[in-house]
């Protein structure tokens, strides 16, 4: 009797052991995710995260967690530094939009290109009425720019010489405004919500010509400490999902005069 009791007992055991186990592997992953401001991209809206990348990033969460158990535990707008440092020292940790370049290659697991990324010369509506073939044709020209931008530097190796440093984007506007230079480079894709919070008239502005070198795509990123599974399943969803259309949907979704971008732009005034 003794000796069926503890067979009993043996099988209970390994019955709630097995429960135990299929329970703990169905627990979700949990899955940071840290970004900064940058319209339309990924923006914050009444304390809430919208944008196209910013829903893109979820959508293919949601479609990884069908393969892999899997969800958004937080979306954090936080300081470039304190982001990177967070996803390089963190597992199951991802960052959106960054530049691929070969001295980050190694240190990122690379997910997919989830933005276009253009940079292009803008001059006052008034100002030179040029139409250069490329940027190397504006040498003679001035310009304003951030101090030890990528474009201050670029601009610089390329043998430009007449560059007004500025420490703020705001104060190269306020200079090509005044005529005080030519020229002055912008961020397309976020040009007109910049206008716009800088206080002046998109309108304004005419873009010339891009900057080729600095015109690339923005992956979205985890750090080596991720696992191959949580990586790959990202990645199958990714593809298919951008394969699908959705991205190129919630792009055309998030156009200025969209709801959720105007509601973003009257916070901003």
Known sequence: MT????????????WIALVWGTASLAEPIQLDLYTQEFPPLQVQVDQQAEGYVVKFVEAVVEHASQSLPMEVANVHFAPWKRAIRNTQENENTLFFSLSRTPSRELEYQWI???SPYE?????????????PNSFQDLKNFSFAAQTASNFEEMAR???????????YGKVAIKLLRAHRVDFAPLVTSSYHYRMEQYGYDP?????????????????????????????EALRDSFDELKNQGRLA?????????????????????
């Not at 007992?9 to 390994?14: E, F, K, S």
């Not at 190796?157 to 420490?167: A, D, K, L, R, S």
């Not at 985890?222 to 990586?231: F, R």
Request: with cysteine.
């Open 157 to 167: 190796e390329e043998g430009f010489t007449n560059i007004i440093p500025v420490n």
């Open 203 to 231: 309108k304004e502005f005419v873009e010339v010509v891009k900057v080729d070198k600095l015109c690339k795509e923005l992956w979205l990123v985890t750090g080596n400490k991720t696992s191959q599974q949580v990586v």
């Open 112 to 114: 997919g290109p989830v």
């Open 3 to 14: 000796r069926q009791s503890g067979k009993f007992g043996n099988i209970a055991i390994g």
């Open 249 to 269: 949907d919630l792009m055309q979704q998030y156009q200025p005069d969209s709801e959720i971008m105007v509601r973003y732009r009257n916070a901003m005034k």
């Open 119 to 131: 940079v292009a010369i803008y001059r006052h509506f008034d100002g030179p009425n040029v139409s």
